[in-house]
């Protein structure tokens, strides 16, 4: 396990509090890449240092830190300019990260699929490209690590253009696999279509485990999940939704690697519905769905229908929930749900959200059919919605919600009446 110093250095306006959870997220990212923190230094800056992020005595402080705790890297909350990093381990006689870095090796331990493997490649490489001078340094000496995983080892011995051409090959197989993502999604045109999105950690595969029952991987970690995963649930009265988890978001998250997951977030894009989940339970929750807002506007995924789903709320008294469903109604006009995934019927109010959209998509109609159509009406139960149902004499008169491909059969059968309400 990796010894590390984390260092903060933000702006003088950020609050306190700010800072510290900031900073605590940052030992959760090491913790997830598999470090251990020996040490943490926090400067307040007016603007950080052009050539070694932080002022002189601070760069001292480290140095003395380092050596006191014999630690083998320093990562910084803050995204570091090449030269700033190189100067940095000049004076530190130690391997610098970076915020953006240490989320891109995470990313690169977790992934699980093909696909998601070359999303973080490219992320690597195109993060790497111009740090290529620091970064041969270090790699001609060091073996594995933190911030070495991925490309980070099997491109030890390249050079900029044999990783030009890396990259080049990786988004043109990420386009095929952005077409193949496409035809599966045309498949699933007549299925509703649900996307959770979400804060890292909020309890997005817990909701889909819950309501689905399929073995997802759930873990207290950042980014325990990097792999989108859609699984089909019931949501009551007989209708069914396709549910997909998509990649968590944080702050700060690294450029390169918004762009190379948007076709994996295209899955989102396509949704009929996005559900939002916040963590309840954290002090910080605004500025998290603020973080996951703003990632949602560049992506181009701010329109279109959406509900806020409060999860972990089995860890708020009552008090707090109360005060948390009031400031809720008080700032946001987006239709809110407060759940919990680990309490029995405790997504209830979820599924009925998601239910009640389903519904307005399948037209009310009433039928006439003869009393004999058992496999008509069998298919009414399976695939619609029955609201009435009467018999008189040899005719059968149904109200019902039905999906429009049944709509269509009936319309096609002969001795069925049918009328749209």
Same mark, same amino acid.
Do not use: C
């Given at each position: 396990m990796?010894?590390?110093?984390?260092?903060?250095?933000?702006?003088?306006e950020?609050?306190?509090?700010?800072? $510290?959870?900031?900073?605590?997220?940052? =030992?959760?990212?090491?913790?997830?890449?598999?470090?251990?923190?020996?040490?943490?230094?926090?400067q307040?800056?007016?603007?950080?240092?052009?050539?070694?992020?932080i002022?002189?005595?601070?760069?001292?402080?480290?140095?003395?830190?380092?050596?006191?705790?014999?630690?083998?890297?320093v &990562?910084?909350?803050?995204?570091?300019?090449?030269?700033?990093?190189?100067?940095?381990?000049?004076?530190?006689?130690?391997?610098?990260?970076?915020?953006?870095?240490?989320?891109?090796? &995470?990313?690169?331990s !977790?992934? !699980?699929?093909?696909?998601?493997?070359? $999303?973080?490649?490219?992320? @690597?490489?195109?993060?790497?490209?111009?740090?290529?001078?620091r970064?041969w340094?270090?790699?001609?000496?060091?073996?594995?690590?933190?911030?070495?995983?991925?490309?980070?080892? *099997? @491109?030890l011995? /390249?050079?900029?253009?044999?990783?030009?051409?890396?990259?080049a090959?990786?988004?043109?197989?990420?386009?095929?696999? #952005?077409?193949?993502?496409?035809?599966?999604?045309?498949?699933?045109?007549?299925?509703?279509?649900?996307?959770?999105?979400?804060?890292?950690?909020?309890?997005?595969?817990? &909701?889909?485990? %819950? *309501?689905?029952?399929?073995?997802?991987?759930?873990?207290?970690?950042?980014?325990? *999940?990097?792999?989108?995963?859609?699984?089909?649930?019931?949501?009551?009265?007989?209708y069914? #939704?396709?549910? /997909?988890?998509?990649?968590?978001?944080?702050?700060?998250?690294?450029? =390169?690697?918004?762009?190379?997951?948007?076709?994996?977030?295209?899955?989102?894009?396509?949704?009929?519905?996005?559900? =939002?989940?916040?963590?309840?339970?954290?002090?910080?929750?605004?500025? @998290?769905?603020?973080?996951?807002d703003?990632?949602?506007?560049?992506?181009?995924?701010?329109?279109?229908?959406?509900i806020?789903?409060?999860?972990?709320?089995?860890?708020l /008294? =009552?008090?707090?929930?109360?005060?948390?469903?009031?400031?809720? !109604?008080?700032?946001?006009?987006?239709?809110?749900?407060f759940?919990s995934?680990?309490?029995?019927?405790?997504?209830?109010?979820?599924l009925?959200?998601?239910?009640?959209?389903?519904?307005?998509?399948?037209?009310?109609?009433?039928?006439?059919?003869?009393?004999?159509?058992?496999?008509?009406?069998?298919?009414?139960?399976?695939?619609g919605?029955?609201?009435?149902?009467? /018999?008189?004499?040899?005719?059968?008169y149904?109200?019902?919600?039905?999906p %429009?491909?049944?709509?269509?059969?009936?319309?096609?059968?002969?001795?069925?009446?049918?009328?749209?309400?």
């Open positions: 990796e010894r590390a110093i984390l260092v903060g250095a933000p702006l003088k950020v609050s306190p509090r700010v800072v $510290q959870e900031h900073m605590e997220e940052l =030992h959760r990212l090491l913790d997830t890449a598999g470090g251990e923190m020996v040490g943490a230094v926090i307040r800056v007016d603007s950080p240092n052009s050539h070694t992020f002022g002189k005595g601070k760069v001292a402080e480290v140095r003395d830190l380092v050596q006191e705790q014999e630690a083998d890297l &990562i910084f909350d803050d995204d570091l300019k090449p030269d700033q990093a190189k100067n940095l381990e000049r004076e530190l006689g130690v391997r610098i990260m970076d915020r953006s870095e240490l989320i891109l090796d &995470i990313f690169a !977790r992934a !699980r699929t093909r696909e998601s493997g070359m $999303q973080v490649e490219l992320a @690597q490489l195109e993060y790497l490209l111009p740090r290529l001078q970064m340094t270090h790699l001609s000496r060091i073996r594995g690590g933190i911030g070495l995983r991925g490309p980070g080892e *099997t @491109q011995e /390249t050079d900029r253009r044999l990783i030009g051409k890396r990259i090959d990786l988004k043109r197989k990420l386009v095929k696999v #952005a077409r193949a993502r496409e035809t599966q999604r045309q498949r699933r045109a007549g299925e509703y279509r649900v996307s959770l999105v979400g804060y890292t950690n909020a309890g997005k595969s817990s &909701i889909l485990k %819950a *309501t689905s029952g399929a073995d997802v991987l759930v873990e207290d970690r950042l980014f325990a *999940t990097l792999d989108s995963a859609t699984r089909q649930i019931e949501v009551g009265l007989g069914q #939704a396709l549910l /997909t988890d998509t990649v968590g978001f944080i702050r700060k998250l690294p450029h =390169h690697l918004v762009a190379s997951f948007r076709s994996t977030l295209e899955e989102a894009r396509e949704a009929d519905l996005l559900v =939002h989940v916040i963590d309840a339970s954290h002090s910080e929750w605004e500025e @998290q769905m603020d973080v996951v703003k990632v949602l506007t560049d992506l181009g995924l701010d329109e279109g229908p959406r806020l789903v409060f999860n972990k709320v089995d860890r /008294t =009552h008090d707090e929930e109360e005060a948390l469903r009031l400031r809720v !109604r008080t700032f946001d006009p987006t239709p809110s749900v759940v995934a680990v309490e029995e019927g405790g997504l209830d109010d979820l009925e959200a998601i239910r009640a959209r389903v519904r307005a998509r399948y037209p009310r109609v009433r039928l006439e059919l003869p009393a004999g159509e058992g496999e008509w009406l069998a298919a009414l139960h399976r695939e919605e029955v609201l009435d149902m009467r /018999t008189e004499g040899t005719s059968v149904v109200v019902a919600r039905i %429009a491909p049944l709509l269509g059969k009936f319309r096609q059968e002969e001795g069925i009446r049918l009328e749209e309400l």
